[in-house]
């Protein structure tokens, strides 16, 4: 079947089970940061937007939003390996607590690339918040602080995730098979 906008990917994670976890971590991360506070979340652009969105208004520590883009696929879900940086952030992290803000990890060497990149910032301290990880592809050992879920193999979309640009208005997370 072709993969279109009518398609309807098969549910993994329904929205209530996102959402609940979404609390979870919230809750995990307000207590971590309590006293430590603000939090400088940094969104890794385009498929966290939804994630962090729900997250940053779930928080009860201070807390900033910013961007960061990074291009690691060219198209569909071919990995090259190579991470590109696509758009910077706006003010220097030197001493700022980053919580990186991730959709998925699935080989790693985009979280590993941003890890290394921001550390030579010096920010006070810097941490990891990833919705989704697919441990069978890991290639580059990398630390995640606060994870969402582990997830089976597949190509997701949804919340935030797409396939070649569709679907990432879903509520909730689904896979497709290309
Ligand atoms: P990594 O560098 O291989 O870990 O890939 C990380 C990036 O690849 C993520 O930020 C996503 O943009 C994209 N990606 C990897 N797997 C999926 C998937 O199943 N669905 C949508 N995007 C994915």
Request: glycine share 6%; charged share 25%; aromatic share 8%.
């Amino acid at each position: 079947m072709p993969i279109n906008d009518f398609h309807q990917p098969e549910v993994l994670l329904s929205k209530e089970m996102i959402h609940d976890r979404v609390l979870e971590l919230a809750r995990q991360i307000s207590r971590a940061y309590d006293g430590v506070e603000p939090v400088y979340l940094l969104g890794v652009l385009r498929g966290s937007f939804i994630f962090i969105a729900d997250l940053a208004r779930e928080l009860t520590v201070p807390r900033s939003v910013d961007f960061i883009a990074l291009s690691s696929y060219e198209t569909g879900t071919t990995s090259s390996g190579a991470v590109r940086l696509m758009l910077d952030v706006r003010t220097p992290l030197r001493g700022k607590h980053v919580l990186i803000v991730e959709d998925i990890v699935d080989t790693g060497y985009t979280l590993d690339y941003l890890l290394k990149t921001l550390r030579a910032r010096e920010p006070a301290s810097i941490k990891t918040c990833v919705l989704l990880q697919k441990p069978d592809r890991l290639q580059v050992p990398t630390t995640i602080d606060y994870l969402g879920f582990t997830i089976p193999d597949k190509w997701v979309v949804g919340y935030g995730l797409d396939y070649e640009d569709k679907f990432r208005a879903l509520p909730y997370i689904g896979t497709v098979e290309p």
